[in-house]
């Protein structure tokens, strides 16, 4: 098992930066991805960014240039650093954790963080 546990996140002006955390705990030694996704109210989650054990990232196209995920092994931390917030970047905020499980792969969530940016 896998425990993820957000902080970071508050309200923010449009244009403003805030940097989310997730703080890993358990078997995190199989996992070989890490991500943050979003959900807004009435929509669906959708993935904001990844990065893999090997370093590759991906961001969805509404966050390319502002949104920078990273990894700290030795804290057993992932962070989203999100710079030029805009008011359609609301949202709460999950870390999220994928490792391998018998025949295929096993999602684990944070409990989610609230992100407003709103003047």
């Known amino acids: 098992q896998v425990q993820l546990v957000e902080s970071g996140g508050g309200l923010v002006q449009p244009g403003g930066s805030l940097r989310l955390s997730c703080t890993a705990s358990?078997?995190?030694?199989?996992?070989?991805?890490w991500g943050w996704y979003r959900q807004a109210p009435g929509k669906q989650r959708e993935l904001v960014a990844a990065?893999?054990?090997?370093?590759?990232?991906t961001y969805a196209d509404s966050v390319k240039g502002r949104f920078t995920i990273s990894v700290d092994n030795a804290k057993n931390m992932v962070y989203l650093q999100m710079d030029s917030l805009k008011s359609e970047d609301t949202a709460v905020y999950y870390c999220?954790?994928?490792?391998?499980?018998?025949?295929?792969?096993?999602?684990?969530w944070g409990q989610g963080t609230q992100v407003t940016v709103s003047s």
């Open positions: 990065i893999t054990t090997g370093g590759s990232t």
């Open positions: 358990g078997s995190i030694f199989d996992i070989y991805a």
């Open positions: 999220n954790a994928v490792g391998p499980t018998y025949g295929g792969r096993i999602h684990y």
